[in-house]
């Protein structure tokens, strides 16, 4: 197995502060051992896998799920919880040249759909996952990104088939959301939830339905045998006539040989606070529970979670090494300072990052591998895997049975990602773009 980044990035480190693994005792699945023949494999134990092995188990399939390390240890365990909008970083302009002002729309289409899929599949499994917000917001950071906002509007209102909300500066501090913002767009689709609480909802689910689940399983090496594969991993080999590949911004380069320098994996970051007192919120002027996020570039995201501790993200990180990962630390913080004064002196005891998949062309894909029969993979959602991931694991499970999906399938999915120039130095492109993005948020 060749990974793009340093062991440290894929070991206990980085994921060492998470709160969501103090809210959900991780399960234990069996280390696959011996000889195993199964229909279908998944590799990827994340939203993706997981939704994919559910619900080809529910359709009465022999499905097996490999996840490399433990159960919920990748981005879908230590995300934000932000169920939204999103899955793509390609503006209108580019979707519809490529794939027409239809496409554009039926993308947008996607993540409404996506967001809806969720939803459904919370209620019909009867989880819980400490959801709550009404949408989600997206706060102006400039005067000139609220003038946009205002110009937007309209067309969200069309894309989505909902009724956007402006706020002007004067009227945040009244909704609870006060800051140093310009003003505030909310679009009532989409909610937050525990991002682990809601995978251990579906693995519990998927086996319920008779899906096996197996973890530690990494899969070392991916082989034609005959006319399935062959997945080898340390203790056991499984024989499968079709194979699933859902390891997103944690993909090998060699696994299979396709996906080299299909990805683009960078870091995100994360710091939750100890519960805040009703006088602490007050005093800062964020009482709301809405899900929000701001027009930087390099994007915070935060939230106030139902037990009054206070989520805050952050992009910005591209190797995900010691020396970034401390230096992004004291970045997060003196942002989150910056933007609630008032809690300077609140301690943030949890502290994690995780990896965003880009992809070139900045849409994801889900689908057939091209030129290599009975392969499928599904990544690239750009920093948006609660719903969309979930949602391309649906599709996966239809598209893998050769049945056309019962759900919308756009184009911008479907095209396969061109690699990226420069191999595995790749991420090194990005530090102007960053430093120039860094340089424009200020």
């Known amino acids: 197995m060749r990974r793009i980044g340093l062991p440290y990035t894929y070991g206990p480190e980085p994921v060492a502060r998470c709160w969501w693994a103090e809210t959900v005792e991780t399960p234990v699945w069996p280390r696959p051992e ?20 559910l619900h080809l188990a529910e359709a009465g399939e022999d499905v097996a799920l490999c996840e490399a390390e433990a159960p ?11 169920c939204c909008l999103g899955g793509a970083k390609a503006d209108d302009a580019t979707l519809a040249r490529r794939h027409g002002e239809h496409g554009r729309r039926a993308w947008r289409a996607t993540e409404r759909a996506a967001v809806e899929f969720v939803d459904r599949l919370i209620g019909r499994l009867d989880l819980e996952v400490d959801r709550h917000s009404e949408g989600e917001t997206l706060l102006a950071h400039r005067a000139s990104d609220w003038e946009a906002m205002q110009r937007d509007a309209e067309r969200a209102a069309e894309d989505y088939g909902v009724e956007p909300r402006l706020t002007p500066a004067s009227e945040l501090a009244a909704e609870g959301m006060a800051g140093p913002f310009h003003g505030a767009l909310t679009i009532p689709l989409g909610f937050a939830l525990n991002p682990r609480k809601y995978a251990a909802g579906l693995a519990r689910a998927a ?3 008779g899906a096996r689940l197996h973890a530690p399983a990494p899969v070392r090496r991916l082989e034609r045998d005959g006319d399935g594969w062959r997945l080898v991993l340390p203790e056991a080999t499984l024989r499968a006539r079709r194979v699933i590949v859902a390891t997103n911004g944690y993909s090998a380069e060699d696994i299979p040989r396709w996906m080299r320098a299909r990805t683009m994996p960078v870091a995100s970051n994360v710091i939750v606070t100890r519960p805040l007192s009703g006088d602490e919120l ?7 529970g809405q899900m929000a996020y701001d027009t930087r570039n390099l ?17 910005g990180g591209i190797f995900d090494t010691p020396r ?119």
């Open 207 to 209: 086996e319920a339905a």
């Open 34 to 53: 011996g000889a195993l023949t199964v229909d279908i494999a998944v590799i990827g134990g994340g939203f993706t896998g997981l939704s994919a092995a």
């Open 324 to 442: 970034e990962r401390r230096a992004l630390q004291a970045k997060i913080r003196a942002d989150f300072e910056g933007m609630f004064p008032a809690w300077a002196q609140v301690e943030t005891p949890w502290l994690w990052s995780g990896l965003v998949c880009l992809t070139r062309p900045l849409t994801p894909f889900v689908g057939a591998v091209p030129g290599v029969p009975g392969l499928f993979a599904g990544f690239g959602y750009h920093g948006n895997g609660v719903s969309m991931g979930s949602y391309a694991g649906r599709l996966l499970a239809d598209l893998v049975r050769d049945r056309a999906p019962e759900t919308i399938y756009p184009a911008a999915m479907r095209d396969a990602p061109g690699r990226f120039p420069f191999g595995r130095f790749r991420r090194a492109a990005l530090v102007p773009a960053y430093a120039l993005r860094a340089w424009a948020d200020r």
């Open 299 to 315: 994007l915070h995201y935060f939230r106030l979670m139902p037990d009054n501790r206070f989520l805050f993200g952050m992009r």
């Open 282 to 288: 007050q005093a800062a002027g964020w009482t709301s």
């Open 72 to 82: 919920f240890w990748g981005a879908s365990g230590r995300n934000g919880g932000f």
